[in-house]
């Protein structure tokens, strides 16, 4: 019976893109609301759907936005569990009147889900990030121009670069696809990486949200080293060796 109530599920949000929580209500007016939002969890689980504030949005929307429907659908998918925890964590660090960063990727992607309504300025580069934050009416939202990567949905390049030169960035939210200690914070694209150190010299300060699946994975473009950032917002406490790296370094581990 639930498989096939969100089989069904997935049949509304393919013809219609995106859909809120009590008009789904009227497809299925015999099931809770609460039955309803877990089927959408465990449908965003499987990688069918990016939850939303009250709904949610078929990867496929965002696939025909990226292009690229199968790399975006794993990294949605990878290690959620540890993603919301890290953006449950990172959430009170998040602070009112200031000049917000939010950098592209899915575990800033749930922080952007999860992120209260309230009188907050977000920069962004990424394009999931900024159509999630808009829904959200007292959050102002500023999206960076520039060349979109298919596979992470954000924008970087010369264009990107340049506009930062009049913004000004009181804590950054940053991400990144691997870390070693030797080799610091690193990515696969070289535009992202050029983008991100720039980010990191506009930012009075630097919030990583990694979880420790990455540790050890060493990307072409390393943008950050330990002393570039000041929190490292984790899902649970990092081995031994990476903790006393981190604290040397005076960056502040946050995993609960």
Partial sequence: MNS???EKILNILEQKGEI???ELKEFFPDVSLMTLRRDLITLEKEGHLIRTHGGAVSTKKLWQISGQEDEYSKRAAENIDAKMKIATFAKRLVEKNRSIYFDA???IMCLAKILDDDSFTIITSG??????????KNIS?????????SNTLSVSG?????????INIDIAFMSASGFSVDSGFSVANIYEGELKRRILERSNKVVMLMDLSKVGRNMPFTYAKLDDIDVWVCEKRPPKEIEEAAIKKGVTIVCE
Avoid at 141 to 149: A, F, H, P, S, T
Avoid at 158 to 166: E, R, T
Wanted: a positive charge; proline letters at 3%.
């Fill in 20 to 22: 809120q929580l009590q």
């Fill in 127 to 136: 394009l999931n990030i900024a159509l999630e934050l808009v829904k959200k």
């Fill in 158 to 166: 010369p264009n990107a670069i340049f506009s930062l030169d009049s």
């Fill in 141 to 149: 939202v500023v999206m960076l121009g520039g060349i979109v990567n």
């Fill in 105 to 107: 990727g899915s575990t």
């Fill in 4 to 6: 096939l109530r969100r």
